[in-house]
């Protein structure tokens, strides 16, 4: 069935002309490596076609590859892609309404139906890994770039191999590419893990003054100031969530930024146990089970949603103590 579901894209992508690849807004690894790693392989392969891998720019992820531009579209006959993004609202770059043809390629629970063609494993450490399998399965070329960004979508998402999606297909995959490739990992992960002291000490910011309740359940707010006080940002403040990842009193854990130009607050939520994101998609949020997310102008939701995690560490811990 995979295989079948894998070139049954393989060829809708053949017969297109233009092909968009979009990810979804507040990007991370995995979705921007998706993006760059399978729009690099379609031109590898289709060298005549256009492909263009678009949506805001991620700085700190720029190691990853750069984006592209397109302001001309053909509505009847384009295909985009969307990869890491199980509903439209979540979309970055494209208004996909707008577009007859639409693949689906994600990893995260099913939350609506938007493509004509939907590749689906929410058992999968990662879209980069979807797209790895997708590769090996059908006549998509690859190259080391390919392979290398493929390498840190797949590393990233699964956390260096700690959550629980991670099985021997997986390692099975990243020994393949390593090998073929001839992959230098300790290269790579120096792209992934180096860190600036600002943002260091910014971690021990909050490593400080995260508040941690009776139940587990640990939270901070950091405002602006802070975060700039540190010369680091809110992208990068973000993106520090899973270092809080093994701390023995703590069952969720959650950070809140604030994005000023457009009024939002952006949740990161992680655990360690209790499930998290059917309480997030009741805040309009949504993820895996374990790292999901909220985003709302809303101060009253923020308020509720840890109300709502905080019980969830106290149900958790009675039903496992």
């Known amino acids: 069935m995979k295989k079948e579901l894998f070139k049954k894209i393989y060829n809708e992508i053949k017969k297109r002309k233009t092909v968009y690849l979009v990810r979804h807004i507040g990007p991370d690894p995995d979705a921007v490596a998706s993006q760059i790693a399978l ?16 949506g805001a720019n991620a700085a700190r992820f720029k190691y990853l590859g750069s984006l592209d531009k397109a302001n001309s579209f053909d509505f009847e006959n384009d295909l985009v892609i969307t990869l890491d993004v199980p509903d439209k609202i979540r979309i970055d770059g494209l208004d996909i309404n707008k577009f007859k043809n ?19 494993d929410d058992k999968n450490t990662s879209t980069c890994q ?3 399998e997708m590769i090996i399965n059908t006549k998509l070329k690859c190259n080391k770039p390919i392979a290398e960004n493929l390498f840190i979508g797949i590393v990233s998402d699964s956390n260096r191999f700690l959550f629980d999606y991670t099985n021997t297909k997986t390692f099975d995959l990243i020994s393949f590419i390593i090998k073929k490739y001839k992959l230098n990992i300790q290269e790579l992960y120096k792209k992934m893990y180096i860190k600036p002291l600002s943002e260091v000490r910014l971690l021990g910011y909050i490593q400080s003054n995260i508040k941690v309740t009776k139940n587990g359940f640990a939270y901070i707010e950091l405002e602006n100031d802070i975060i700039n006080s540190f010369n680091a940002d809110a992208a990068s403040a973000s993106n520090m969530i899973n270092d809080l990842n093994n701390i023995n009193e703590i069952l969720v854990w959650l950070f809140i930024t604030k994005d000023e130009k457009k009024d939002l ?3 990161n939520i992680r655990s360690r146990g209790p499930i998290i994101n059917e309480i997030a998609s009741k805040y309009n949020g949504g993820g895996h089970k374990y790292a999901s997310g909220v985003r709302t102008k809303d101060r009253k939701i923020l308020d509720n949603l840890i109300k709502d995690l905080d019980e969830a560490c106290k149900i958790y811990k009675k039903n496992n103590d």
């Open 39 to 54: 729009r690099d392989s379609i031109k590898l392969t289709f060298p005549s076609k256009n492909v263009y891998a678009i």
């Open 102 to 120: 639409i693949i689906k390629i994600d990893h995260h629970p099913f939350v609506e139906k938007y493509g004509n063609i939907e590749y689906i």
């Open 130 to 132: 979807i797209v790895l």
């Open 265 to 267: 607050y952006k949740v």
